[in-house]
């Protein structure tokens, strides 16, 4: 069994290569219309996507579900340090940018991982990025934060150091999970107030 931030990275990033990629597919799917579902969704004023890099979930098909019901949808802008958004406006205004706009809130953002465990902790590339922008957004205002990860992701129990950000809910092809993280400071959402918003 692994057990440091580095054994279960190895032992995650070789199980979902195994994924084919019609199995990636159609589990992105699966997610995206589990992700439509939730209140927290409808609720929503903003949603935080990422761009899928080699294996992950997909969340791109929730982008044109929110632009209907009038969201804004933001990306990361970069891969560097400080992390920072960027506005995506509809296909119809695509000759516009609005990075200077300010997010609306309740916001609903979507993160990847290499695993998550039921007390919603994550691990990432270990880079940190989402960990930073996580604790920026949740002083910004309220944010539900969505882990996204197949089924062969999910594991008993990850190492946490300080600055590791929770998530409230991690949706895979298979299930939706309501994670066990404390509510505290900041927009961080209890797992009582994260059902209300199911």
């Known amino acids: ?25 159609a589990a992105s799917a699966a997610v995206v219309g589990r992700l439509a579902a939730l ?9 935080y996507l990422y761009v899928a890099l080699g294996a992950e979930i997909d969340p791109a098909a929730l982008a044109p579900l929110a632009w209907e019901s009038g969201k804004q949808v933001w990306r990361p802008a970069t891969s560097d340090l400080p992390p920072s958004w960027q506005a995506i406006p509809p296909p119809a205004v695509l000759g516009r940018r609005d990075d200077g706009s300010l997010a609306a809130s309740p916001a609903l953002v979507l993160v990847p991982g290499l695993a998550f465990d039921l007390a919603g902790r994550r691990l990432g590339r270990g880079l940190g990025y989402y960990d930073r922008a996580l604790a920026t957004l949740r002083r910004e205002g309220p944010v539900h934060v969505i882990g996204l990860a197949y089924e062969l992701q999910i594991v008993p129990e990850l190492p946490r150091d300080p600055w590791d950000e929770t998530v409230d809910l991690v949706v895979t092809e298979q299930r939706l999970l309501v994670c066990g993280a404390p509510g505290g400071a900041g927009g961080r ?9 199911l």
């Open 1 to 25: 069994m692994a057990h440091t931030k580095a054994e279960w990275r190895e032992r995650l990033l070789r199980a979902r290569r195994t994924i084919d990629l019609e199995a990636r597919r």
């Open 39 to 47: 209140g927290a969704f409808t609720a929503a004023r903003s949603v």
């Open 189 to 197: 959402l209890g797992p009582s107030e994260v059902r209300d918003e």
